[in-house]
């Protein structure tokens, strides 16, 4: 028989090494470093991060029963633990039965992994709450605890004075004690005496009684006036409500735990829920529509990036794609924003799209792009899937905002959560546990995940989906759905064999039910061609260079337009080219308005020729510039004949014409309307420009609006620096010296400053501006505000405003002196 | 590959013809799917929440739909169109027009947050009385059409059950001597007689008279027929008399030229349109009589008017006839909810294979404008270059030519602009029908060229509907209204009556190379291209040569 241990530590040691292996699994944080010893592991398993990390972890039940045990004695038997989850048996109006016994058979599982976890250690009879779970779970008016309890009379009676503890015992009909402790105890005696509670709780008023019912499951604290109702003064008279505040009271845990029959939680939640399911699928049924939105989702991929080929949107500054980007990229996809979000960071995740770091920013995809686009299509999902199976971002969020009210955009910063990839992994793992073919309803997926990790503090209410593991949770069903993870809302069999085997296994599986690339197509006479289902990359892309794809899915529907044929053309085939490819792959015969329809466009195409010449050389006579183009001195000029009578010079006209006149020709230059331009020496010309004004000595004599405005401003800075102060009293002040800043303290300033705004005197001020410089002037103040002073500035002669802190120091003037 | 049906991810079903089960499957998805496109081998179906409405009111479910291209699709289905279809299927019938033995007419729902949200729209408010219970309003029997029309736009159409009223019965029979309807023509009765009202989609030249007469004779009831002109009621008559138990007596003519009343009375949209003072003085012929059967003939060209008086029409039987249902003015939800669905539809190269229509060889041909013409072109105004491009001096060769190559064939030459058809008629001495040719000037023409008298005639837009014409075999289209794609199926429909010597129809639609006028052609064309009538294109200058 061994003692029990007194310590964390002392339990911990006395843990075999395949147990504190567990731990260190399950708390994997204590493991960094490696601790010393194992009193420095039992620190460590104590801190405060350490303990909310692992609290996070826990399970609902788990977690309940860590914060049944936080309001329970400190140590406390297993009994009193379980009759917090069970209630104390009383009946209160609910069969409770199936639910009790449920609690006693998963307490002893949710205690293994509280002590496993090096939450709880002691024995069943002493059973204690890490001392950091403890008070992080433990209410305080801050942080109401789970459970709605409150804090126990002994914590809240702690300021009360013995006089008043002594009149709660007379009022509650209890004998006097001598001191406060033997006070809180005889209250708390009766408390938690059930047959003397009952007996009180006779006695109370109805009103009394419902006070309490809005407190009994929390929140425990309540506002009163100074003078409460009778029925509030009748309980806050009994101990029932006891004072936090002047103007809040609280029910204690005691008086709580009597109303609740003794449990701890309204709802104790000992089984997970169950996963309900929406409907059993043939799971041939569900492989195949997987399988089918696989395809769909690496064909998707593909048509993005291959639209983003020659160079993707523009990256914003602030990183990621703008809403219009984002848009369009919708459109090309034909798809909604968000699902087109989700494609796009898709192939950012599988890296197949990046920015290229260009001077002006813009996507592309990667070379690991085109590596992918050679693969078979299922392993091209499998590399889609295992990418967004371990992403952190959550295109979910494009569109929202952030905790500063920035919008979120696609392929932008600040779309990692970390707790994305774990979500995905607990709804997969969910998913794979039901039966094949099983599609379950997603609330009670949400319901199960909550369960299984309790947000700390968030309402237990089932409805609620607003936390970020919920949305991450409800997003993967959806991109499950979209990327072929899961057919028909149940989990496919090549995903199951990804999550379990690995990506060969899962692409084996998924291999057989994608389609066969095809290599006819169906052409018809009403100008469109159909392909009933993936063609061959070659053919998939001289289709789409020669026609529009007007629908796609399965199959694809192309329509030919002249546009769409001069399309190809200019990609330089040759209507022969296009004829021989039509004839090569339909499996019927190439309809007469479709060969017409190329025959027609390539009869006009490339009809008219564009190109770019710096120069031309013109002639009548063709003898001429057949004799020039047969010269070798004109090959410098690089001379291209367009017509008998016309050559392109890839020179400047000046060259062309020096050139000519060197080979002993005498060309004349020709204006742009074909007039010959008669060049004369000296005729460079200015822009108009006017005639230097002279340069006088002395600056220039002011006019009469500037001289009335330099005296004005010279007469005013005379006032200021000559008018006689009142002495301020401060002798030592350098405000006598006239000529210098006057200095004040700034509560001076202030004072005078207010009582100049009172009496509206004049009042003279050093005062340095934005730029520091300094200056003196003569103001009489109006409003004193907010730190600063508006006033009539004699100097500047108009209404100012001065900040306070910039006004060095004031003086006034003498009365006399006020201009 | 099994199925042959592939289900694409913007709602259209692509069904490839010469699969096995084709025809199953054709059969499977008809009722839902709207048949958009018919060319050779891939019929193209689309899936639209009018159509999927119409299923549920001919009594069809999600699951049967769903089961439907779950069993013919080739590739697995996506999962988001079949939620889509169950969501949209859904929304019909949630909503019910009933009469009530207490409050007459009232619309009941079987979802309140329904009613709750339809009753909240501004549109609705007006239509509807007082609050009967919590799920049922009162309507005001004179908007029942309007409600409907109404709650469709809104997304949440209501299933009509108050029935309809019988109406003043009358004795029809179809006079089914030497001839009988076609299996297809019975099958249309059929399926609108079964579902109360609605659209029969019949390609011209299929009978589309004889499916009104199979209508009376089943409703035995007075009977007001809507046509296009004078023209077309005049055939309606002469037909009617000729195919059923109706004398000349019974049958009344109500248009711009007489007034008469009749226990069948044939109105023409033109008189019930006219304005006088801001009112439509001849509406009140929907109130002279208690008609138990309402005909619209070409139900795509139903004027606007027409529209808005029919909503109060909603307790009577109504029967559109049209050979398409595409409206230019995209209208087609107002025939939906205020006709009816469309209760019968066939490919009209169906209809060919079983020679009720003739085959017809559809050639385009492309004339070059001269030098001069084309300078003359680049300069025109916008508004001219149609006008110019399509009265082209080259047209005329071109046309006479083909005229040449038809001789003692009978020949149309149908066009858009008089200047031009009279120019045609004096080189091809051929006469001219054009708005301003009187009607007895015209059924004098009608007459001698359907006696062969005359074999070539020159005829303007007016010619556009309803005229019957047994034996034209050739049509020549030298220019027409713009892109409009139903006036090329109605011309295309004149050569389409089936040949006493089985002979193929010709169609020839002559268009100016590189300008406007090509791109009008590709689009009037496309329809028929989508009906499956490929058009072959030849150069001018082939034909000319050859001739």
């Not at chain 1, 936080?70 to 989850?85: F, H």
């Not at chain 1, 809005?214 to 009778?230: A, D, I």
């Not at chain 1, 609330?443 to 968030?458: C, D, F, H, M, Q």
């Not at chain 1, 022969?576 to 019927?588: E, K, Q």
């Amino acid at each position: 028989m061994t003692t029990p241990p007194r310590t964390l530590a002392e339990a911990l040691r006395a843990r075999d090494d395949e147990s504190l292996a567990g731990l260190l699994r399950a708390r994997p944080d204590l493991l960094t470093p490696v601790p010393g010893d194992i009193t420095q592991l039992a620190t460590r398993a104590g801190t405060r991060a350490s303990v909310v990390r692992a609290l996070e972890h826990l399970d609902r039940f788990a977690l309940q029963t860590a914060e049944a045990l936080a309001v329970a004695p400190d140590p406390a038997p297993y009994e009193t633990l379980l009759g917090l989850l069970t209630g104390d048996g009383r009946d209160d109006g609910e069969y409770r039965g199936d639910a009790d016994a449920a609690i006693g058979d998963a307490l002893p599982a949710a205690l293994t992994t509280l002590r496993e976890q090096a939450l709880v250690w002691g024995e069943d009879d002493r059973l204690r709450l890490v001392r950091t779970a403890r008070e992080l779970l433990a209410p305080s008016p801050q942080y109401p605890s789970p459970t709605g309890l409150g804090p126990t009379v002994a914590e809240a009676t702690a300021g009360m004075s013995p006089g008043r503890l002594q009149d709660i015992l007379a009022t509650a009909g209890l004998p006097a004690t001598h001191d406060p402790v033997s006070a809180v105890t005889s209250l708390s005696a009766l408390f938690t005496d059930r047959a003397r509670m009952g007996e009180l709780l006779d006695t109370a008023p109805a009103e009394a009684l419902s006070v309490l019912d809005r407190l009994v499951w929390g929140p425990p604290y309540g506002e009163v006036t100074p003078n409460p109702t009778p029925p509030v003064k009748w309980l806050r008279d009994r101990g029932l409500l006891l004072p936090v505040s002047t103007r809040t009271v609280v029910l204690p845990r005691e008086a709580a735990l009597h109303l609740r029959a003794g449990r701890a939680h309204r709802v104790p939640e000992p089984q997970p829920p169950a996963v309900e399911a929406v409907a059993n699928r043939d799971p041939q049924a569900v492989d195949s529509a997987a399988a089918g939105q696989a395809f769909l989702a690496v064909t998707t991929v593909e048509e993005l990036l291959k639209s983003w080929n020659g160079g993707g949107p523009a990256i914003l500054r602030a990183g990621g794609l703008s809403v219009r980007e984002l848009k369009k990229t919708a459109t090309t996809l034909d798809v909604s924003e968000p699902v087109a979000a989700f494609w796009v960071e898709l192939a950012y995740a599988a890296g197949l799209l990046a920015s290229d770091a260009e001077a002006d920013e813009r996507y592309a995809p990667t070379p690991a792009y085109d590596d992918w686009a050679e693969l078979p299509a299922q392993d091209r999902w499998v590399r889609l899937a295992t990418a967004w199976l371990a992403a952190t971002r959550t295109p979910g969020l494009v569109g929202g905002q952030d905790a500063k009210g920035r919008a979120l955009s696609a392929l932008g910063p600040d779309l990692d959560r970390s707790a994305a990839p774990e979500v995905r992994h607990r709804v997969l793992a969910l998913l794979a546990s039901l039966d094949p073919g099983t599609a379950p309803a997603p609330e009670t997926v949400l319901a199960r995940l909550r369960w299984e990790r309790p947000l700390r503090g968030a309402s237990a209410s089932a409805g609620d989906t607003t936390d970020l593991r919920s949305r991450i949770a409800l997003w993967t069903l959806n991109e499950s759905e979209l990327l072929g993870i899961t057919g028909r809302g149940a989990l496919a069999a090549h995903t199951r064999a990804l999550l379990d085997s690995g990506p060969a296994e899962a692409a084996a599986l998924l291999a057989p039910l994608i389609p066969e690339p095809l290599d006819h197509v169906l052409l018809q006479a009403d100008l469109t061609a159909v392909a009933p289902g993936p063609l061959e990359r070659p053919l998939a892309d001289m289709l789409s260079a020669l026609a529009d794809i007007e629908s796609k899915g399965g199959a694809t529907v192309y329509r030919f337009t002249p546009g769409s044929v001069r399309r190809a053309l200019d990609a330089g085939q040759s209507a022969a080219d296009l004829h021989a490819f039509l004839a090569a792959h339909s499996r019927t015969p190439v309809p007469q308005p479709l060969s017409y329809l190329i025959d027609d466009v390539a009869r006009r195409h490339g009809h008219l020729r564009i190109g770019a010449a710096s120069s031309y050389v013109r002639c009548d006579d063709e003898a001429v510039l057949n004799e020039l183009l047969a010269d070798r001195r004109s090959a410098t000029l690089r001379l291209r004949r367009l017509a008998p009578t016309a050559l392109a010079a890839q020179v400047d006209p000046a060259s062309l014409l020096e050139g000519l006149r060197e080979m002993g020709y005498a060309p004349a230059a020709e204006s742009a309307e074909g007039d010959v331009l008669i060049t004369r020496a000296g005729a460079r010309r200015t822009p108009p420009r006017t005639a230097p004004v002279p340069v006088p000595e002395g600056p220039p004599v002011p006019d009469a609006t500037l001289l009335g405005a330099a005296v004005r401003a010279i007469r005013a800075g005379d006032t200021a620096a000559t008018v006689a102060r009142k002495d301020n009293g401060t002798t030592d002040a350098p405000a006598a010296s006239s000529g210098s800043l006057p200095r004040t303290t700034s509560a001076e300033t202030l004072a005078t400053v207010q009582a100049a705004a009172m009496t509206g005197s004049a009042l003279w001020i050093g005062y340095v501006n934005a730029d520091g410089a300094a200056s003196q002037r003569v103001i009489a103040p109006v409003r004193v505000e907010g730190g600063f002073v508006t006033a009539y500035d004699h100097t500047a002669d108009e209404v100012r405003t001065y900040p306070l802190h910039r006004i060095t120091g004031v003086a006034e003037l003498a009365d006399d002196a006020t201009p | 590959m099994t199925g042959p049906l592939i289900v694409q991810s913007d709602k259209t079903l692509l069904l490839e013809v010469d699969h096995d089960q084709a025809d199953a499957c054709r059969r499977a998805i008809a009722p839902f799917a709207e048949l958009e496109r018919a060319p050779e081998h891939i019929h193209t179906y689309r899936l639209t929440p009018l159509g999927l409405w119409n299923a549920r009111a001919a009594g069809h479910d999600a699951e049967q739909v769903v089961d439907a291209l779950v069993q013919y699709s080739r590739y697995p289905v996506p999962h988001a169109l079949l939620v889509d279809i169950a969501e949209t299927m859904a929304r019909y019938g949630r909503l019910t027009l009933s009469k009530h033995p207490v409050h007459g007419l009232v619309l009941t729902s079987t979802d309140r947050p329904v009613l709750e949200e339809i009753l909240r729209s501004k549109k609705v408010q007006p239509l509807v009385g007082a609050r009967i219970d919590p799920d049922t309003v009162a309507v005001h029997p004179s908007e029942r059409g309007q409600i409907k029309q109404t709650l469709l736009k809104l997304g949440w159409p209501a299933e009509d059950l108050a029935g309809y009223v019988d109406g003043e019965a009358h004795p029809i029979e179809l006079a089914e001597d030497g001839w009988a309807l076609r299996p297809y023509q019975k099958q249309a009765v059929e399926g609108f007689w079964h579902g109360g009202s609605g659209v029969v989609v019949l390609p011209c030249g299929a009978g589309k008279t004889l499916v009104g007469a199979g209508a009376m004779a089943q409703a035995k009831a007075t009977t007001l027929i809507l046509v296009t002109n004078t023209v077309s009621a005049r055939q309606w008559k002469h037909e009617l008399v000729k195919r059923t138990s109706l004398t000349e007596d019974e049958i009344g003519e109500y248009s711009g030229t007489r007034k008469e009343i009749r226990p069948v009375t044939i109105a023409t949209y033109q008189v019930l349109t006219t304005r006088r003072k801001g009112i439509y003085p001849h509406l009140e012929l929907f109130d002279s009589r208690d008609w138990g059967l309402v005909i619209y003939d070409e139900v795509h060209l139903l004027p606007a008017p027409v529209f808005k008086f029919t909503a109060d029409l909603q307790a009577r039987r109504r029967l559109g006839l049209t050979a398409t249902l595409v409206r230019e003015d995209g209208r087609e939800s107002d025939v939906f909810s205020l006709i009816g669905p469309k209760r019968f539809d066939a490919p009209w190269k169906e209809i060919e294979a079983q020679g009720y229509i003739a085959p017809a060889d559809c050639v385009e041909v492309r004339v070059n404008l001269t030098d001069s013409e084309r300078l003359a072109y680049a300069t025109a105004e916008t508004e001219e270059k149609y006008r110019f491009c399509a009265t082209t001096a080259t047209k005329r060769k071109v046309t006479e030519a083909l005229v040449r190559k038809h001789r003692g064939e009978q020949t149309l030459v149908i066009g858009q602009y008089i200047d031009q058809l009279d120019e045609l008629g004096e080189h091809l001495n051929a006469p001219v029908i054009k708005g301003e040719t009187s009607n007895a000037q015209r059924e004098k023409l009608f007459d001698a060229f359907r006696e062969g008298e005359l074999s070539v005639l020159v005829v303007s837009k007016v010619a556009n509907f309803s005229i019957d014409l047994p034996e034209a075999t050739v049509a020549i289209q030298v220019s027409g209204t713009f892109g409009s794609r139903q006036e090329e199926a109605q011309r295309l429909g004149r050569v389409l009556r089936p040949k006493a010597d089985g002979h193929e129809a010709r169609f020839y639609s002559v268009v100016a190379r590189d300008t406007i006028d090509q791109d009008f052609a590709a689009h009037r064309q496309r329809f028929l291209a989508e009906q499956g009538y490929a058009y072959r294109i030849v150069d001018a200058d082939e034909l000319l040569t050859d001739n």
